[in-house]
């Protein structure tokens, strides 16, 4: 009998070490996937981290086995999806001044309800489109394939210690990563980037230049592909190329006067920096115009997904099996979920009443308010489950749905009841916004939780005991991201500058500050269009041009989404990005005339040392952040901390690059 069906003779899938093991992981992964999607906007599955990590570790325990490491990633992976869904909407209430400050309980309610609801929905979808359909989900897979790697009886000894090499890459990547963090921004010997601002033709143009030292980013641009990074580089060319120059020459008279300097000849070479700066925020405006248009781009694309997801799910409801023959065919019972929806809306209406009581139909606004939390959360969690079964979860369009919710919801109370009701202009944005939490975590657990199911279905698992583990993922990490945002954002700051930070790089939150910008807009009817606008037909052109290139079969493609988000975000980080993403295509290059065993085996490398990177930094980050919140601000850099910092960061080049190459 060989290690696979040794590892499945065991008879429990539960365990208190595997359950000791899930809520560890859990807590790990979704903070740091809270801190990295804060940072770039973009947020990477942890399934394979996490199945290679609780791999590792389970083998420590007697009588481990497969499907138990297959639960921890569960989940682990659970916990890191939520925190996507919970960042990408509720720093934008603390954003648009509806909160002081993060509040536990409130983030505790949005993210529970969000993704319990997201895992509910989906359920009934595991039959449908994992057994009958038979979807594809990519990540699902590939998790199964790690996981059986390591427990592989033929060439046992040699199979094992690859597992374990790729166990030490990621370990020793969190450990470099995790370093560079402490020393750059815990002890100021380095700089998180470096600025160059120049100004031209006697003034008439500046341009700025600049980089971020970040081992996290380089590994995201390493996941992701040089394809989307460079579409994360053409953004941050636009905007910092194109725009600031633009903006400048056509109102350099208006930055002049908000400067209060005289004229053009009057400006030194310290104002170039604080004015480029200045004026790169307000092009940020272009970056909202492309990401609106990309958003409902997406969703237009997937109509017909759409359809079939909710018919799919609609149906899976109505015959839905209550009891199964087999063991790896049982899910939780309809009722019992049935029963919970009503359990999980509860809180929600504690939380939303007090607002809209202040309005004369405060009930009736609450019920139409819940109606509208079932019926997107329902409409989008089919969706994102349907949809990273066709393209992956990394390629779902979450920032798409949630755009699609608070533009909705956002023009139903305000056309349909701000006339009538002069108060929902003010509380009209909070309530959008709750909606659009619980939305947007619902259909980020969704598509995550489809994957997982997937994976356990390769390996015979239990679906009702990895539905449990979802839920208890959800429940640790809808815990601790309250926590995790109220530390990030005192001690670096989310869209705007922390209290204890002196560098002023705070971490630029893009999706939040979008929706923050829409929902007041909407409701102040205060809404800037022209760079909006002039955003849009960017990304219209874009969308244009990927329609040719995807006529011409191009194996590259302009996804106008990643385009919209290098226009918003620091032209730094897009740099950083760009270089990860081409050291991917560099190592990958030095591949093609290697067996396909050995291909893969480097690939795997690669992914582990770059989620090791990540998660390294992203805990490092979160650490600090308690201490600067709780023991002693952060130190200002070093003198010649732009050079350490630069040098320092190229050998973290050199040793992802060297490492990722090894078989």
């Known amino acids: 009998m060989n290690r696979i069906q040794q590892s499945l003779s065991g008879d429990s899938e539960f365990s208190f070490s595997t359950l000791i093991l899930a809520v560890v992981l859990a807590i790990i992964l979704s903070a740091a996937n809270a801190y990295i999607g804060l940072l770039v906007g973009m947020t990477v599955s942890a399934s394979i981290p996490a199945a290679a990590l609780s791999m590792a570790i389970m083998s420590w325990f007697r009588n481990s086995n497969i499907l138990q490491s297959n639960m921890v990633q569960t989940s682990a992976s659970a916990g890191e999806a939520l925190a996507a869904g919970v960042i990408f909407t509720v720093p934008a209430l603390v954003l648009m001044q509806a909160w002081q400050s993060y509040s536990f309980f409130p983030t505790l309610i949005l993210a529970l309800s969000g993704g319990l609801l997201g895992v509910i929905f989906t359920i009934p979808l595991r039959r449908a489109l994992i057994v009958d359909k038979a979807l594809a989900f990519p990540e699902g897979v590939a998790t199964s394939e790690v996981l059986k790697a390591g427990f592989e009886l033929s060439n046992y000894q040699a199979e094992s210690n690859k597992s374990l090499l790729g166990v030490r890459h990621l370990l020793q990547a969190s450990g470099l990563s995790a370093l560079f963090k402490l020393v750059g921004t815990g002890f100021g010997i380095f700089s998180s980037g470096a600025s160059w601002v120049t100004g031209w033709f006697s003034g008439q143009l500046i341009t700025n230049v600049s980089i971020q030292f970040s081992p996290a980013l380089l590994g995201v641009g390493y996941i992701v592909g040089l394809n989307i990074a460079v579409l994360v580089l053409i953004g941050g060319l636009i905007g910092t190329f194109i725009g600031i120059p633009v903006n400048w020459y056509l109102q350099n008279e208006f930055w002049l006067n908000h400067f209060e300097i005289s004229e053009l000849t009057a400006i030194s070479g310290s104002d170039w920096g604080p004015v480029s700066q200045a004026i790169w925020q307000d092009n940020r405006k272009l970056g909202v115009g492309a990401m609106l248009v990309g958003g409902i781009w997406s969703l237009i694309q997937i109509a017909k997904p759409v359809y079939i997801s909710i018919k799919a799910n609609l149906k899976s409801f109505k015959h839905f099996q209550l009891n199964s023959d087999e063991q790896s065919d049982k899910d939780l019972p309809l009722p019992l979920l049935l029963l919970a929806i009503p359990l999980l809306l509860l809180p929600l209406i504690f939380l939303v009443y007090p607002i809209l ?3 004369q139909h405060g009930i009736l606004f609450s019920l139409i308010w819940l109606i509208f939390i079932v019926t997107f959360a329902f409409i989008f969690s089919s969706v994102a489950a349907y949809m990273a079964g066709v393209v992956g979860s990394s390629n779902n369009p979450i920032s798409g749905v949630t755009i699609a919710t608070v533009l909705v919801s956002s023009l139903i109370w305000f056309y ?3 006339e009538t009701l002069p108060e929902i202009q003010q509380i009209g944005g909070i309530t959008v916004m709750f909606l659009a939490a619980v939305t947007c975590s619902a259909a980020a657990i969704s598509g995550d939780n489809l994957q997982d199911l997937k994976c356990g279905h390769i390996l015979g698992a239990t ?5 449990i583990y979802q839920m208890i993922g959800v429940i640790v990490a809808a815990c601790i991201l309250p926590f995790v945002l109220m530390l990030l954002d005192t001690s670096y700051g989310i869209g705007r500058e922390g209290i204890n930070n002196p560098n002023g790089d705070y971490l630029a939150a893009p999706q939040a500050a979008l929706m923050q910008a829409l929902t007041q807009g909407i409701f102040g009817q205060s809404l800037d269009w022209t760079l909006i606008k002039l955003g849009g037909l960017i990304a219209i052109i874009i ?3 990927d329609h040719m290139l995807e006529k011409l079969k191009s194996g590259f493609r302009l996804h106008v989404l990643a385009v919209a988000i ?13 270089i990860g993403g081409l050291l991917k295509y560099w190592v990958t290059s030095k591949t093609k005339n290697k067996s396909l065993t050995q291909q893969t085996q480097q690939n ?8 090791g990177l990540i998660t390294g930094e992203a805990l490092m980050g979160v650490i600090l952040a308690m201490f600067a919140a709780f023991v002693i601000p952060l130190p200002a850099p070093i003198e010649y901390a732009e050079w350490t ?9 050199l040793y992802l690059y060297k490492r990722s190459r090894e078989s």
């Open 357 to 359: 009581a202040q309005t």
């Open 416 to 418: 349909l009841l701000a």
């Open 463 to 467: 679906p009702w005991k990895q539905q």
């Open 543 to 545: 969308i244009i041009l």
């Open 566 to 578: 290098g226009i918003y975000l620091p032209f730094a980080l897009a740099i950083s990005l760009f």
């Open 604 to 611: 795997q490398n690669g992914l582990l040392l770059a989620s």
């Open 645 to 653: 910092g630069l040098i320092a960061f190229f050998l973290v080049c």
